[in-house]
Structures are given as C-alpha cells and as structure tokens.
C-alpha cells in the first residue's frame, strides 16, 4: 500500500507541482481513504465458471476452423498398395478395394461435441444412495474388525495399531441456490456409429471372406496400430464410446526398470505441455474439457516419508483434463477429477498411455433434488468420512469454494444386468490447505455431495450411528483356538 | 488468479490467436477480475457486471484474430471491448443509471463513523458532477481502474499527450473550487485502492 501512495503522489505532483507542499496531508487522507475500499461482490465461483464456458468455446472455435481438414478416413489412405506414406495401418488385412472410400466426417456420437436428449421424470429408475468414502482409508481411517462365524478373530501382533479419525468440517461458503428439480444425466451409447462404420467396412472385398454378407452389421470395437517407432495402438470401444491409446509395445525398445530419483519428475508444466502436444498432435476432441493438471498425490506419501530412499516414486506421471458438462467440472463419487488421464513416462518425456476419451451423448431426465440447506449443510459438515463413535484424533477441516458440478458414478441395472453410467448434479467443496490436512490421513481434495434427494439417506446414518470399533488383543505367538485340539480324539 | 506485472500478456495474446487455449485461458486469469471490477463500478450491480464481463470475453474470442499489438495492448483492447459493451448494453436496455450518475458515490460504501470523510465525498461527488463526462471518464480510468494514460489514450483514441493535458487542466480547475483534502479524495474516490 505504501509503494501504491507513493506512486499516486508523484503523479499528483506530475501533474500539478504546487501540490508537494500539501504532502503530509496529502498521504494521510490517501491512506485514511485507502482503507475504505468497496466490495464489487467478486465471486470466484462466477469466474471459474466463466472461465470453462469461455475455453469451451474457444476449442469450438478453432475446431471448427480445423475441420475442413480433418476426415476419419482419408482418401489417400486408399492408395497404401502404392506405397504408404500414411503412419496408420490398418490391423486387419485388406486385398483390395472395389471402390476408392469417400472421405468426410461420419456423423455420429464419434464426431465429438456434447449432446443431450430429453427424457421423462425418472426416466433412469431408483437412483442408489450413496455412501461415506471408504475408498482411501488410508492410515487414519482403518476400520480393523473381521468377523468370522460370528466370533471375532484375534488379529496379528504384526499389524498396526489402527488410527480411527474423525474429521470436523466447516466452511463459510454460502450454498448455491437449490432447486427442487435435479437434472440427472445418463450417457448413452450409440449404437448407429457402429452401423455406420460397419457400412464402410463391408464394401470392401475381401477374397478371404464377403463382409458384405454380415446381417445388420455393426461394428463391436477395432484397433489401428502405428507402424512407426515408438508408435501407438488406438483402440474404439464402438459399444461403450471409449477411445484408449497405449504404446504398441513392438514399437518400443525394452524397457529395463529403473527407479527414477525425486530429480528425474519432470515439473508440472513440462508434463502438461507434453500432454498438451499429443493431444493436439492426434486431433482429440477436447472442447467439453478443462486444461490439464497434473495428478500429484503420491508426494504427500514422499513427503511424509522417513526415509525417502526407499519410497516408490512414480516413473509414469498422469496429466488430468476434466471433464465439463454444462459449464460445471465432473467429479468421480469419492473426489477424483473425472476425464481424459493422460500418462506421460518422466525419464523418457513421452506418453505412455491415454485413456477416458468418450463420446458424450446424454440423455436427461428430472429428479426430485433436495432443497433444505440444514440437510445438505449437515451432510457436508461429514465429509462423506466415517464417523468413529470413539476415534483415536480428531482433525478439523475447512471447506472452500461450495460449488455446483457433477457426479458420476455407476448403476447397476438389474433388469438388464448392465452397468449405466450416471451423471448427477452435485454439490462440491474443496479441501482448505489441502496437503497439511492429507498428512492427517485424509485423502479426498474434494469433497463431493449428490443433489438428487433419494442418493442420500444413507450419508445421514454415518452421524447418526457413528462406527463402533470392536477391542482387540494383540496376538499372543500361538493364538489361543490353536492350542484346542480341532477334533476330539477318539477313545 | 489476477494480472500480474511479470506476465507479457501481449504475447499469449497472439499464441491464442494461433490456438494455444491455455494461452487465453492466462489471459483471462489475468484481466477477469480487472474487468469486473471495470463493469461493477459503472453499474452497481453484480449480475449486470458479470453479464459484461462474459460478453467481454465472448466478443475479444471471435474477434481475437483481429488483435495486433502494435495496435494498443491487451489490457486497452480488452478495456475497449468492455467499455462498448457498456455503452451498448446501457443504449440498448436504459438499464443503469445514466452514465454520469454511475459515478456517485455508491450506496454501499461504507464511509465508517468518520462524518467528515462522509462529507468530504459528498463534496468530492458533488466536485465531479462540476467535469465534463470526457474529463470525469479518464479521471475514473485513471483512479478507478488503475489504467495507465497511455491505456486510457489507446481505448479513447486519443493521444497520451492530450489526456494529459486534460487531467491537469479538471484537476487544476477543480483546485480552485473544493478544498484540498476533498481534491484528493476525489482523486481517490471509489477507487481500486479505495
């Protein structure tokens, strides 16, 4: 504040020289007014929200301005027997062609873009209740009973003694409006894309077999692999919409382990920009994603580590794009950033793998969301974390940022005995000061609450029948059932 | 995230023009807050200035191509959009108070239990009514929003040197009708380091 008098004052005089006799009065009722600034009601919320709307569109942008250039299938790709000069090949073998292919874009689910269909209330069925984050328990949250036949075993001596935690958290934060309808998305797959892409494929001939007489015909998945050094393998999952790239290993020279040092991890701008590039390089659809960040949990454990020599350093970092519905970020259940996961190998500087490329039509349908601000302020004040009726500590924990997103998260459809892949509208909160509170044992950044009222009866129940943990004894060297004899001996 | 002074932003400018997404994205990490507090003061109303602040961006992305730095800076350019969506919206919707009124001291500042700096602004507000709406604007730009004249030239269209003369000449004419404490609040009225 000091600088900023100082500079107002030499432009002050600047600008009218008689005014330097005034000084000392001058800079006091610049400070005095100084300390009565106005709030302009900033939200960050609005700004981050903004923020993905605008890169969304800006990926629109410039897609658009690509795609007079980019076509599934090129036309030159028809002219391989002449001499390849295209890095793709395809895996299955091709004789010949009756017909050079037609280029363009098939439309379909695989074209990339976002698209949602309207459904009826309920359209899905029962939505399942969610419940606390027994996902990473890690060293604070260990539940150590097993129970077998009733009895309780008698645990090893070996073991840790647990560490039961409860986490108190607050926030400050207002809750965003509440509606009383929720719009649930379910993604669906699209079952054309195959047809389609079967349709081209059976007018090739084939001497070996007539594709052609293949009846309504789609396609399940296929793969393209790079004849190239250290090229990929790209694999379509045409039923589910998934995209996945690995190395294709007979591509790549054999790889001797080596433990990589704290020193060879590359720095979180390099491993984006190197994830950045080969997306850009093979033409992914990243219009529905947020810019890359690099997934960084395992340092925690190097951190906290007594002796760092023998703590397992990760050779393959993961840059995370997360995935962008209607504007809001998608989280998995327990907190995770959910999208696109590129692997980038540290010591090599490339790419290993990239997986969560997936087609994003949806459908929607209406749930009754829930309204009472009490409920959901209660349920975030858990975390979604076990509650100990008597915990070993106790940490507290501040929640930032109260936002609106998604979860998804998988249900099971018994009547079809398939998985459906639901996105909910959630509440989500960030974790204050994160890396000193995950070195109390907890391990979820976000904390992540459903809208849709029917997903959360079973989160009250963790503060109304907190977990009761059963004593045990440390094993003696030969535990007591052991010395019984198991049969009675006859005689 | 807000500006920083170490951040060529003219530059990431132009790599967004070459589609570098995360190049605009720091870009707009960097003016997102400037702008709205550009929007905030001339409207008094948050959702008004969020809507600015979004048509902002919307606009300088279609028109990005369009950017040359050898033309004004980022920070001019990006103020200039700003500043025509403000007068667009204002023609269009007669939403906010006219322009000269935005001005006033806002309602909600608040002034503490000092009377004479609640009396001392009022002065000072009463001393800019007493500007023509050109010179009241650069003094607004200047104070309140921190732009430099060389700024405040390129999203006029004026010359730096002519701004200049035109904040010494309200200045000095105001020196001679208000006292000199209400001469420096009205310097600093409502301004970003009020």
């Not at chain 1, 809750?175 to 389609?196: C, H, M, W, Y």
């Not at chain 1, 504007?327 to 490339?350: A, C, D, L």
């Not at chain 1, 500590?393 to 936002?403: A, C, G, P, Y």
Request: proline share 4%.
């Amino acid at each position: 504040m000091e600088k900023n008098i100082q500079h107002i004052l030499q432009e002050l005089y600047a600008i009218d020289p008689g005014l330097k006799k005034h000084e000392i009065e001058i800079a006091q009722v610049i400070e005095a007014m100084t300390r009565q600034k106005p709030d302009t009601k900033y939200d960050e919320n609005f700004a981050k929200e903004l923020r993905m709307r605008v890169l969304e569109k800006f990926s629109t942008q410039h897609a658009v301005a690509k795609k007079e250039t980019y076509s599934w299938f090129r036309s030159p790709w028809v002219h391989t027997l002449g001499g390849a000069i295209a890095t793709l090949a395809i895996a299955v073998p091709v004789v010949y062609f009756s017909s050079p292919l037609s280029g363009g874009v098939i439309e379909n689910s695989f074209s990339g873009g976002t698209r949602i269909a309207r459904a009826e209330a309920n359209a899905f069925g029962p939505l399942q209740p969610v419940s606390v984050n027994t996902q990473h328990e890690g060293r604070g949250g260990d539940a150590q009973t097993m129970e077998f036949g009733g009895g309780v075993e008698k645990m090893s001596s070996l073991l840790y003694e647990p560490v039961y935690t409860n986490y108190n958290f607050s926030f400050e934060s207002t809750i965003p409006s509440l509606s009383e309808t929720v719009e649930v998305l379910k993604r669906e797959s699209n079952n054309d894309a195959g047809s389609q892409y079967a349709g081209v494929l059976q007018r090739i001939k084939m001497g070996l077999f007539d594709l052609g007489k293949v009846n309504n015909a789609y396609v399940q998945s296929f793969t393209l692999a790079e004849d190239r050094d250290r090229g990929y393998v790209v694999t379509v999952d045409m039923v589910g919409g998934y995209v996945s790239i690995f190395e294709n290993y007979s591509k790549w020279p054999v790889r001797t382990f080596q433990q990589p040092t704290i020193s060879d991890v590359l720095e979180d701008e390099e491993l984006i920009s190197i994830a950045d590039s080969f997306l850009a390089e093979y033409g992914i659809d990243m219009r529905a994603h947020a810019p890359g960040t690099v997934d960084s949990r395992w340092r925690v454990g190097y951190e906290t580590a007594t002796d760092k020599s023998l703590f397992y350093i990760p050779n393959v970092q993961t840059v995370v794009y997360q995935l962008v519905i209607n504007g809001k970020p998608v989280y998995e259940e327990y907190g995770e950033p959910m999208g696109i996961r590129v692997n980038v190998h540290s010591q090599e500087k490339r790419v290993t793998s990239v997986d969560g490329i997936m087609t994003k039509t949806f459908s929607a349908s209406s749930y009754v969301g829930e309204t009472d601000e009490n409920r959901l302020r209660a349920i975030l004040s858990k975390g979604r974390m076990p509650v100990y009726a008597e915990p070993t500590k106790t940490v507290d924990v501040v929640l930032e940022n109260v936002s609106e997103g998604y979860m998804r998260r998988w249900q099971f459809d018994e009547a079809t005995g398939t998985s459906n892949e639901i996105f909910v509208p959630a509440l989500i909160a960030r974790v204050q000061d994160f890396e000193s509170v995950q070195k109390e044992g907890l391990w979820q950044e976000t904390v992540v609450i459903p809208l849709a009222r029917e997903m959360l009866a079973e989160l009250e129940k963790q503060s109304e029948e907190p977990i009761t943990i059963m004593p045990y004894e440390p094993m003696s060297e030969e535990a007591e059932y052991m010395k019984e004899p198991a049969i009675e001996p006859r005689g | 995230m807000f500006m920083s002074e170490h951040i060529n932003y003219d530059e990431y400018m132009l790599r967004a023009a070459k589609g570098d997404r995360n190049a605009f994205g720091v870009v707009y990490d960097g003016f997102v807050k400037k702008i709205y507090d550009y929007a905030f003061f001339r409207t008094r109303d948050k959702q008004s200035a969020e809507d600015i602040v979004a048509d902002t961006f919307t606009k300088a992305l279609e028109r990005i191509s369009s950017f040359d730095p050898g033309k004004g800076t980022t920070s001019s350019w990006l103020y200039r959009i700003a500043r025509n969506t403000l007068v667009d919206e204002y023609r269009k919707k007669q939403k906010y108070a006219s322009m000269p009124e935005a001005y006033d001291i806002p309602d909600h500042v608040d002034l503490g239990s000092s009377l004479d700096t609640k009396e001392m602004l009022m002065r000072v507000q009463g001393a800019l009514q007493k500007l023509s709406e050109k010179e009241r604007e650069i003094i607004i730009l200047r104070v309140w929003d921190e732009l430099s004249y060389k700024e405040i030239a390129e999203i006029m269209g004026k010359s730096e040197a002519s701004l200049k003369m035109a904040t010494s000449r309200a200045l000095k004419s105001l020196r001679s009708q208000i006292p000199m404490g209400i001469y420096v609040c009205m310097f600093l009225a409502m301004s970003g380091k009020v």
